[in-house]
Structure formats: structure tokens, C-alpha cells
Nanobody, 125 residues
Framework: QVHLVETGGGLVRAGGSLRLACASSGRVFINPRMGWFRQAPGPGKEREFIAAITGDKAWYTEAMKGRFTISRDDIKDILYLQIDDLKPEDTAVYYC??????????????????WGQGTQVTVSS
């Protein structure tokens, strides 16, 4: 079985920073694509792509580039998301996910096979 568990969320003031972590257990894939998504509160919200990484290659949307940094520790088998200069609009549940490399559009949540339960990030002004 494969389990992904996100940690590191919490309540922070605007301008602060958080480092989220995603620990993997069980066998995922050989050289998996790992990604971070978030889902803002409220109705009709979809999981929004933040960043993805396969090996040493990382991808971001233009909107996420700068304040968000994805990285991985292959020895510890942990995926990280560093968030700097947090803003109230960053409030969301943050998810990590795993999928097959080059299986499709890395920005599409449907391309990922395994998901964590999410960790809540709340940013106050």
C-alpha cells in the first residue's frame, strides 16, 4: 500500500513562512512525479496546481513561481513545499500527490494516482 501524509500546516500571520512536508510510505513508482496542489475553502473550488518535480526537474506555474519552492529528499523519502511571504489568499488545504512520470499534463490533478489527506494552511492578515 502507498500512503502520503502531509504535515507542516497551521495558522500563520501574513508575511510569514511555512515548510510543508509529505512523507511517503510503501512503494509508489520508479522515478515518480510528485506534485503539490491546494484547494481553497468555499464551494466550487478545484484543486489548484502549485508545483511538480520529477528527479531534479521542477515545474511551476508563473503565478506560483517565486514564493513557492518544491524540493525532495530522496534519502528520507520526503517531499517539501516551502512557502514564503504568505498571504491570506494562500489559505487552503494543501495536498501532495504522486503519479507516473510523463503520464500526462503535470498540472492536471487527474494525472496523479496517490494523494495525501491534506494539511490546512490558514493565513491571517
Amino acid at each position: 500500500q502507498v500512503h502520503l501524509v502531509e504535515t507542516g500546516g497551521g495558522l500563520v500571520r501574513a508575511g510569514g513562512s511555512l515548510r510543508l512536508a509529505c512523507a511517503s510510505s510503501g512503494r509508489v513508482f520508479i522515478n515518480p512525479r510528485m506534485g503539490w496542489f491546494r484547494q481553497a475553502p468555499g464551494p466550487g473550488k478545484e484543486r489548484e496546481f502549485i508545483a511538480a518535480i520529477t528527479g531534479d526537474k521542477a515545474w511551476y506555474t508563473e503565478a506560483m513561481k517565486g514564493r513557492f519552492t518544491i524540493s525532495r529528499d530522496d534519502i528520507k523519502d520526503i517531499l517539501y513545499l516551502q512557502i514564503d511571504d504568505l498571504k491570506p489568499e494562500d489559505t487552503a488545504v494543501y495536498y501532495c500527490a504522486a503519479g507516473r512520470p510523463y503520464s500526462g499534463d503535470y498540472r492536471d490533478a487527474g494525472e496523479y494516482n496517490y494523494w495525501g489527506q491534506g494539511t490546512q494552511v490558514t493565513v491571517s492578515s
